[in-house]
């Protein structure tokens, strides 16, 4: 279903989804999967528990360690504050944007409603904490941004995708502004968050979940992809107070994210993580 407010058709499809090195040995693919599944099995086993910050952080490293994903970059992604949350608000490219997120600051996500239903990942978003919106229905927007002002404004943080949808690289597509609109009524900071994915030293667009692609096929590329690493720049936070509306802030925070270093300049490492190939 589409043309709800969130709802957007992307430009890119599964075809945009390609290597930058060539896959590891079948073996390798194998040992990962067999790795990630029983990262899943424990995070799964937690229930609710999973939701705990700590907890919560390690499952997400585990997860991406067991896939052979190291993670650059890091946090914090919360502004210091003793007030209001923070809105964390990201580009998006694949489903491993939340585990990289969650990695580096465990807070709740808002998700479209899809990723619930997914095999596996569904599961785990569900435990986690995960928010789900119903990207098709224009009657949750004042719901949803009035959920999201009460969540910041009592001190928590939440992270969201403001592209609606995934895109191959990080320019893709425009910011919705809906969910700036719960920072401007939280009187919130907002951090502008930039993931971006390489093989080695080459852009890869690998881990892009993009069009009619499915969750399996996208593992399966990820279980076979070689160097594979994924980098979480946070840029200084936008201070509540510092735009007039919602349009402005959506703006702000999308050319933050734009501006984000190329994918050869080095960063420091936040979590090791071993390669498998």
């Known amino acids: 279903m589409t043309g709800g407010p969130w709802d957007t058709v992307p430009g ?7 290597h930058a090195l060539p896959p590891v040995p079948a073996v390798t693919t194998a040992l990962r999967g067999a790795a990630f599944a029983a990262t899943v099995r424990r995070a799964l086993a937690d229930g609710g528990h999973l939701a705990d910050p ?33 809105l964390i ?8 944007d939340i585990p990289a997120l969650l990695a580096v600051e465990p807070v709740p996500v808002l998700a479209k409603r899809e990723v619930g239903t997914w095999p596996v990942a569904g599961g785990l978003a569900r435990r986690a904490g995960t928010h789900f919106i119903d990207r098709a229905s224009p009657r949750q927007l004042p719901q949803v941004v009035g959920e999201l002002t009460e969540i910041l404004a009592s001190g928590r943080s939440v992270a969201v995708f403001p592209q609606a949808t995934t895109w191959c690289t990080a320019d893709g597509g425009v910011f919705r502004r809906a ?4 920072a401007l009524d939280a009187g919130a900071p907002v951090r502008p ?12 667009t690998v881990a892009a979940f993009c069009g009619p692609d499915s969750f399996l096929a996208s593992l399966r590329r990820v279980l076979a992809a070689r160097g594979l690493a994924v980098r979480v720049t946070a840029h200084p936070a936008l201070p509540p107070g510092r735009c007039r509306d919602r349009r402005e802030l959506a ?12 994918p050869d300049t080095p960063v420091r490492p936040n979590a090791p993580a071993h390669h498998g190939g």
């Open 12 to 18: 890119c499809g599964r075809h945009c989804a390609r």
């Open 54 to 86: 700590a907890r919560l952080r390690d499952r997400a490293r585990a997860l991406l360690a067991a896939l052979g994903i190291r993670l650059d970059g890091g946090g914090p992604l919360r502004a210091p504050s003793t007030g209001p949350g923070t």
């Open 89 to 96: 608000v990201a580009n998006h490219i694949s489903w491993l």
């Open 179 to 182: 969910t700036f609109q719960a």
């Open 193 to 204: 968050v930039t993931l971006t994915y390489t093989q080695g030293a080459l852009p890869s």
């Open 251 to 262: 703006a702000l925070a999308r050319s933050a994210v734009l501006a984000a270093p190329h």
